[in-house]
T-cell receptor
Framework: NAGVTQTPKFRVLKTGQSMTLLCAQD?????MYWYRQDPGMGLRLIHY???????AKGEVPDGYNVSRLKKQNFLLGLESAAPSQTSVYFC???????????????FGPGTRLTVL | QKEVEQDPGPLSVPEGAIVSLNCTYS??????FMWYRQYSRKGPELLMY????GNKEDGRFTAQVDKSSKYISLFIRDSQPSDSATYLC???????????FGPGTRLSVLP
């Protein structure tokens, strides 16, 4: 099993450009998450999904959109990139037990994004 | 006040030292308490998982939860250079919602 994979691993954008980050998991997990990690700020939740076709906002959703068209994939889009979105982006997934998220989240290796 | 606060570090210790990493939190609804370890340029991975108060031991690692003080700790005995990483505490309510990470403490164990 590959676990959670993310593409691309690195990306440099100019202000105003758009891009999509792809997350894929092969563990049949219901829940998927997108986080950003900045120095001194820890992991902050951008958006999450509790199942195929559903998405919800996290702590810092502004400037990002997401889609979960297939259970195994969770896409994060930046429509008009800004320097404040320079960060490391992590995708994670978790299983569901009794209708709620089981607490162990499995993380991908991250995408390092720089916006100039 | 942030919902979860963690000793900022960074922390450098000699090999073999006992390490104490700590977090405080404000939300009394948190029931599950976790420690994740993150190596440089990697994603976090779950290290320890505790429900409610008490201690849990796994090899050289001990997780301690004091809900009355809203304080959790991770102890590492006989620390090794391979323990050098960032340690993030995390916690959630009983239903897995309101999942929050601490900002992390970077630990360096020097040979």
């Amino acid at each position: 099993n590959a676990g959670v994979t993310q593409t691309p691993k690195f990306r440099v954008l100019k202000t105003g450009q758009s891009m999509t980050l792809l997350c894929a998991q092969d563990m049949n997990h219901e829940y998927m998450y997108w986080y950003r990690q900045d120095p001194g700020m820890g992991l902050r939740l951008i958006h999450y999904s509790v199942g195929e076709g559903t998405t919800a906002k996290g702590e810092v959703p502004d400037g990002y959109n997401v889609s979960r068209l297939k259970k195994q994939n969770f896409l994060l889009g930046l429509e008009s990139a800004a320097p404040s979105q320079t960060s490391v982006y992590f995708c994670a997934s978790s299983s569901r037990v009794g209708g709620v998220s089981y607490n162990e989240q499995f993380f991908g290796p991250g995408t390092r994004l720089t916006v100039l | 006040q942030k919902e979860v606060e963690q000793d900022p570090g960074p922390l450098s210790v000699p090999e073999g030292a006992i390490v104490s990493l700590n977090c405080t939190y404000s939300n009394s609804a948190f029931q599950y308490f976790m420690w994740y370890r993150q190596y440089s340029r990697k994603g976090p991975e779950l290290l320890m998982y505790t429900y409610s108060s008490g201690n849990k031991e796994d090899g050289r690692f001990t997780a301690q939860v004091d809900k009355s003080s809203k304080y959790i700790s991770l102890f590492i005995r006989d620390s090794q250079p391979s323990d050098s990483a960032t340690y993030l505490c995390a916690m959630s309510s009983w239903d897995g919602q309101n999942f929050v990470f601490g900002p992390g403490t970077r630990l360096s164990v020097l040979p």
